[in-house]
């Protein structure tokens, strides 16, 4: 008698199953960013303890399928497979369907229902058997195997039968750690800090600073492929565009040259500070790498930092060099769209010898020197575009 399988997606979560009596908060949230990310496909998602399997999906939206699930954090690994019956004959049809034609192989089996007839060890010689018997050109290896059979045996009366887990990003899920803002700029660094902060389950809106007509609407059509790069990973976010010209400007004309990085950083740190708490946003985040430039060093963060009294601003590239930030952007698919040549705010009048350790006091000087310096911070604040 032929076996009815159901063709699945098996989805399993990573550091949720440490979270002890809140744990169900955050499979709760796991949920709701797996129904958003599969709501244009045609399919049906099921809870199970400790996994959520996907059902009733096209064969050929599979693929498509797979690329989606596996950038969902909080999830550890995917698997294609099939659900049937924890009725050993059903088990046996099933095996016989999905074991290859020849080579290595091991069956590997976790066995939930303790009340199952055969145990762990059993269970994997009997099914080890029945391959061996229906394909004869196959051989055991269980240290290096070419293929691996896999069977879980639920509690609930349903046994998975699978052969790879396909890794996923992990972490946790998006939403679980509150709403920050993230400074997106065109370059290489900030959408991987925007990476790794979705990783610890961070929401993100992002906030870009331009400064047309001296960058162009290329360079802001490139940070919207930024942003769309996250949401592949995080979810829709919300994108601001800050007007950051006649500021720049000011600096330029009011203030040391060698400070003119310093001060700009300054102004965006202001102005992101006012836009995170208007927003309910609870930390800043940006792609600072210590030591990378000449605003980098632990005086220049010192020195922008000291303009933010009220949010805490995180660096989770703090302790990386650029080659790792690099390997990072290219996994992501971030690296090829940061490096097209539109130039972003921060490279715009960049002096030739920027200060590497400013005083703080020097820094209040300059600043000082720019008469209508929080009127143009209004302006800048007040002109934000939401994308």
């Known amino acids: 008698m032929k076996t009815e399988t159901q063709k699945v997606i098996i989805l399993r979560e990573g550091e949720i199953f440490l979270k002890g009596k809140n744990r169900g908060s955050f499979e709760k949230i796991l949920k709701q960013n797996i129904v958003y990310a599969l709501k244009s496909f045609k399919c049906n998602l099921i809870v199970e303890r400790n996994r959520f399997v996907i059902i009733d999906f096209l064969d050929s939206d599979t693929n498509a399928l797979i690329s989606k699930l596996s ?3 909080g999830i550890s690994s995917v698997s294609i497979g099939v659900k049937v019956p924890s009725i050993m004959e059903d088990i046996e049809n099933a095996t016989r ?16 229902d303790k009340k199952f007839q055969l145990n762990t060890m059993e269970l994997s010689r009997h099914l080890g058997g029945v391959a061996l018997e229906h394909n004869p050109n196959l051989t055991v290896d269980l240290h290096t195997p ?10 609930e009366g349903s046994t998975y039968l699978f052969k790879d887990k396909i890794k996923a990003v ?14 997106l700029s065109g370059g290489i660094d900030s959408p991987v800090a925007g990476y790794y902060m979705l990783k610890r389950g961070l929401k993100l809106t992002a906030l870009h600073f331009h400064s047309y007509p001296f960058t162009s609407i290329e360079a802001q059509k490139k940070v919207e492929r930024l942003k ?6 995080g979810g829709r976010i919300k994108l601001l565009l800050v007007p950051f010209t006649k500021l720049q400007e000011a600096i330029r004309d009011n203030c040391s040259e060698s400070y003119g990085i310093t001060l700009l950083r300054c102004s965006m740190m202001r102005i992101a500070e006012r836009v995170a708490k208007q927003n309910k946003l609870s930390c800043i985040i940006n792609g600072e790498s210590l030591g990378q430039v000449a605003s980098q060093t632990i005086e220049s963060i010192t020195a922008t930092e000291s303009v933010v009294k009220d949010i805490p601003i995180l660096r989770p590239l703090i302790g990386l060099d650029k080659q790792e930030i690099i390997e990072v952007a290219k996994r992501i698919e971030s690296f090829d769209i940061s490096i097209e040549p539109f130039e972003d705010c921060c490279t715009v009048f960049t002096p030739e010898k920027p200060v590497i350790k400013p005083k703080l006091d020097e820094c209040i000087f300059q600043e000082s020197r720019i008469e209508n310096l929080e009127q143009l911070l209004n302006e800048a604040f007040e002109g934000i575009e939401i994308i």
């Open 228 to 233: 769309a790069v996250l949401e592949d990973y």
């Open 71 to 73: 950038k969902i954090f």
């Open 97 to 112: 369907e999905l074991i290859p034609q020849s080579g290595t192989f091991r069956v590997t089996v976790n066995r939930g």
């Open 146 to 155: 070419q293929f691996t059979l896999n069977v879980d045996v639920r509690e």
């Open 170 to 183: 992990g972490g946790m899920p998006i939403g679980s750690a509150g709403e920050g803002l993230l400074l």
